[in-house]
């Protein structure tokens, strides 16, 4: 902050140091610089920056430039190491479904770093991998049956679930019985959520297909976890979504891709069904699809791990069946 000359006047706060935001007009400081999570966030302008980013718009440069001058800043080497390729963002041809005219979007917003650190302590998932989410575009904040809730929504806008921030179930509400979650209401229950990331991003190595909002968070968990940015989940928000076919439009945009379907342990045996149902039209349109097995898994606490947000608590001396959790 001092070689680059942010403004000396500031407020300390917890573990954040409050500057005024050189971006707008700003009498009560309110940029953010996080003294332990290396990352700048304006509460006004609402953006996230990293150490690299922070110099490239602050200098006005490039993001290479701002790395190579963020590495001079902080006195370190630029090492000679081979990148792995990351999403290669593009249009794959593909149109997209239209967005359903019934789909009643609740009002959202950006979530806060606090409140992003709120969904990673209560869902056990790695801060880095709730903010990629956001930086999606698929994950936000929203008033749902007025709970403040955390919101996954489908960049296409074809289908929404929510769930409440504090980790409890909505309660009952006019014609709704208690429940974990709430889709919103027109939402197409045979399109998997995040499908319309392919769209953009057509060239990703492998998909994570899950069941419900925590797995798809928790599928972003190992990604970051592994350094595998050319991985993407989707979700099937419900193991009776797509029974009746997934969507012809999500079809297209899965053809021919690696895909690793990661089946709710139920006690029934209707995850592993629905996921089965999945595989089937999945290879239908060319895709290479198998299973994750957790029938022999067991969580910190020894009970069993039932879905991929349980794997996030996985007994110590499991480490290695986490190797073999990503396609």
Request: aromatic share 8%.
């Amino acid at each position: 902050m001092r070689l680059i000359g942010v403004p000396k006047r500031s407020i300390p706060e917890h573990d954040r140091q409050n500057v005024p935001c050189p971006w707008h007009p700003d009498r009560n400081p309110s940029f953010g610089i996080y003294l332990n999570k290396t990352r700048a966030h304006c509460f006004t302008c609402e953006f996230n920056l990293d150490g690299p980013q922070f110099i490239s718009k602050w200098k006005n440069v490039s993001a290479k430039e701002g790395c190579i001058q963020f590495l001079k800043y902080a006195k370190g080497h630029r090492i000679p190491v081979q990148p792995k390729p990351s999403l290669t963002q593009q249009s794959s041809g593909v149109p997209c479904a239209p967005e359903p005219e019934g789909l009643k979007m609740p009002q959202t917003w950006m979530l806060s770093e606090a409140q992003i650190s709120q969904v990673s302590n209560t869902r056990q998932i790695l801060f880095d991998a709730v903010h990629r989410a956001v930086d999606l575009g698929v994950l936000f904040g929203a008033d749902v049956c007025r709970e403040p809730s955390w919101l996954l929504k489908d960049n296409a806008g074809r289908i929404a679930e929510a769930r409440r921030l504090s980790g409890k179930p909505y309660p009952a509400w006019e014609h709704l019985v208690l429940r974990k979650a709430h889709t919103v209401r027109g939402s197409c229950k045979s399109w998997p959520m995040g499908a319309a990331l392919l769209e953009s991003y057509p060239n990703v190595r492998a998909i994570m297909l899950v069941e419900g909002g925590p797995d798809y968070l928790a599928a972003l968990h190992f990604a970051v976890l592994m350094n595998e940015p050319n991985v993407l989940p989707i979700a099937m928000l419900g193991r009776q979504a797509g029974q009746g076919g997934i969507d012809s439009h999500a079809l297209k945009l899965l053809r021919g891709r690696r895909v690793r379907i990661y089946p709710h342990l139920d006690a029934d045996g209707g995850g592993l069904r629905s996921a089965k149902s999945w595989a089937s039209q999945l290879r239908n349109c060319g895709c290479n699809v198998d299973f994750y097995d957790f029938q022999h898994l067991r969580r910190s606490d020894g009970t069993q791990v039932k879905d991929l947000n349980d794997m996030t608590t996985l007994h110590p001396y499991l480490p290695n069946k986490i190797k073999s959790l990503l396609p």
